[in-house]
């Protein structure tokens, strides 16, 4: 249903890094279940794509900047490196896609009201069908600003991202256990 050329299915794995995931709510829990996609996404033959944030606090090479022990990119998957909350922007993103002849992108990591959502609405706007991995995505605490709790913001997230809509494509939730690899 996608309005992009292709018909594939692309897992992308965002800013799930050291500094991003240190203090982001329920971190390993979300990690578990981004590891569990990635390990599906790989016996399925579906290509996984990491993202990975640079900016002066969090600098290329540093410790931080680092994805989590946990998560390993395997030989052969692309990293797109940003420095833009959009994964699109400023990125050789979407040539990565086009060359996966990827139409449909299943979206997990952090953060959820900063990367994720403009990540998810940068997909979308570009035609790819958009599937946000509801349990697995995850933000820091930025209550002191004035932000909802961060279990509030991913609920909030999952909430309207359920119901976006525009004319050949489609937005939608699913948990990691029940997403639909090939789509």
Not at 38 to 53: C, K, M, T
């Amino acid at each position: 249903m996608s309005t992009r050329e292709g018909s594939a299915t692309a897992l992308l794995v965002v800013d799930v890094q050291n500094d991003v995931m240190g203090q982001a709510w329920e971190a390993e829990a979300v990690v578990d279940r981004i590891g569990a996609l990635v390990d599906r996404a790989r016996s399925e033959g579906v290509p996984v794509v990491w993202v990975q944030h640079d900016d002066e606090g969090m600098p290329v090479g540093s410790d931080g900047w680092q994805i989590v022990d946990a998560l390993v990119p395997a030989g052969g998957e692309r990293l797109v490196r940003k420095q833009h909350g959009d994964s699109f922007e400023g990125t050789d993103l979407e040539d990565v896609l086009d060359g996966l002849e990827v139409g449909r992108l299943v979206v997990a990591g952090a953060e959820s009201d900063a990367c994720i959502r403009s990540t998810i609405h940068g997909a979308f706007t570009r035609g790819y069908d958009t599937v946000l991995v509801g349990d697995a995505h995850t933000s820091g605490d930025k209550t002191e600003w004035g932000a909802p709790s961060p279990d509030a913001v991913a609920a909030h997230t999952n909430l309207y991202w359920r119901f976006q809509s525009a004319p050949g494509k489609t937005a939608s939730v699913a948990d990691a256990e029940e997403v639909v690899l090939h789509g």
